[in-house]
T-cell receptor, first 111, second 114 residues
Framework: EAQVTQNPRYLITVTGKKLTVTCSQN?????MSWYRQDPGLGLRQIYY???????DKGDVPEGYKVSRKEKRNFPLILESPSPNQTSLYFC??????????FGSGTRLTVV | AQSVSQHNHHVILSEAASLELGCNYS??????LFWYVQYPGQHLQLLLK??????LVKGIKGFEAEFIKSKFSFNLRKPSVQWSDTAEYFC????????????FGSGTRLSIRP
């Protein structure tokens, strides 16, 4: 089944403790992207990648890092999480101009 | 700056009522347009998309949308809503052919009274 898999689904952590949210797609898509969803603000793009080793900032990149060493994986790294990064995060992939397939989301709480 | 505007933040309808959700974008070049739906507690799913051709596009579950280029609009419609349509709806715009540049609206929450 074609899908985007994110882990974990839920995460509670403390301020400053590094964490990684994994994202993997099995559709051989070139494009991958991370979004955060906050009430009243819709989805805002954090980072995106157009192919292996090609990444770029989205609209809200501060406090996040990404890497794209393999085509299928696009992890999101929070080196020093802060409470304002409490949010619902979605990974998405696309094989071209056909819109994104989204993962199931990761609800992150930073206390 | 390019943006996507969804004017209705929360819409409440009774079952069988007709639905129209507004979406306007500000980008002047070539665009691909999407509507996504997010059911409670779930991820976003593609409802329909417009790339070219007939400006009236039909999607899943009886939804349709009309692209009006002169108005920079892509409104979502459904003739008769059901309780199961309760969800949040997001309009999205892809600028040109770059899949990395999809911009989402802030969403419209749709509540259907049984």
């Amino acid at each position: 089944e074609a899908q985007v898999t994110q882990n974990p689904r839920y995460l509670i952590t403390v301020t400053g403790k590094k964490l990684t949210v994994t994202c993997s797609q099995n559709m051989n898509h070139e494009y991958m992207s991370w979004y955060r969803q906050d009430p009243g603000l819709g989805l805002r793009q954090i980072y995106y990648s157009m192919n292996v080793e090609v990444t770029d900032k989205g609209d809200v990149p501060e406090g996040y890092k990404v890497s794209r060493k393999e085509k299928r994986n696009f992890p999101l790294i929070l080196e020093s999480p802060s409470p304002n990064q409490t949010s619902l995060y979605f990974c998405a992939s696309s094989g071209g101009g056909h819109g994104y397939t989204f993962g199931s989301g990761t609800r992150l709480t930073v206390v | 700056a390019q943006s996507v505007s969804q004017h209705n933040h929360h819409v409440i309808l009774s079952e069988a009522a007709s639905l129209e959700l507004g979406c306007n974008y500000s980008y002047g070049g070539t665009v691909n347009l999407f509507w996504y739906v997010q059911y409670p507690g779930q991820h976003l799913q593609l409802l329909l998309k417009y790339f070219s051709g007939d400006p009236l596009v039909k999607g899943i579950k009886g939804f349709e949308a009309e692209f009006i280029k002169s108005k920079f609009s892509f409104n979502l419609r459904k003739p008769s809503v059901q309780w199961s349509d309760t969800a949040e709806y997001f309009c999205a715009v892809m600028r040109g052919s770059s899949a990395s540049k999809i911009i989402f609206g802030s969403g419209t929450r749709l509540s259907i009274r049984p």
